[in-house]
């Protein structure tokens, strides 16, 4: 089991396995809600993510790409943003990969690991080679996957 919690340690959680996937996202909603360049994003089920301690907030925002609601969880006193639920994938929890007790205990191979939104992604940001890349997202709305791009080298975006 993992434990993560926010600044002020109100809200606390627990996973009780590894994540599905690792996203790695660089659309504008995530470089605004984490203050960076992207969010790493690791993907649980449902059924392996427990809130342990306290009750987050909950924002919703509709997302620009699919028009479903994005569910922020976060802590209404020091406002840190601790993990997704999503209406258009209601059985799947996503983390704020910062938030964990140890945010390095997961993998993030290029097995498992996916780079979405290059689009949007800020110049200088670099992509490492062999890792599943995407314009926007991997999937369509409808819900077909789109065919990845993988680096042979690595790429840095704003570079030709």
Known sequence: MENGSCLCGAIGYAVTKSPMRVTFCHCRFCQRGTGGAYLVE??????AFAVTAGTPRTYDH????SGKI???H???TCGTKLFMTFERFPDIVGVFAGTFDNPNWFERSPAISKHIFLDMAQTGTV???GFNT???HA???DGAPIEPIAYECHHVIGET
């Open 42 to 47: 690791p993907i649980f089920e449902k059924g």
């Open 62 to 65: 509709r997302s620009e790409g």
């Open 70 to 72: 994005i569910h922020v």
């Open 74 to 76: 976060f802590c209404e």
């Open 127 to 129: 992509i490492p080679a």
């Open 134 to 136: 995407f314009r926007e």
């Open 139 to 141: 999937t369509t709305k």
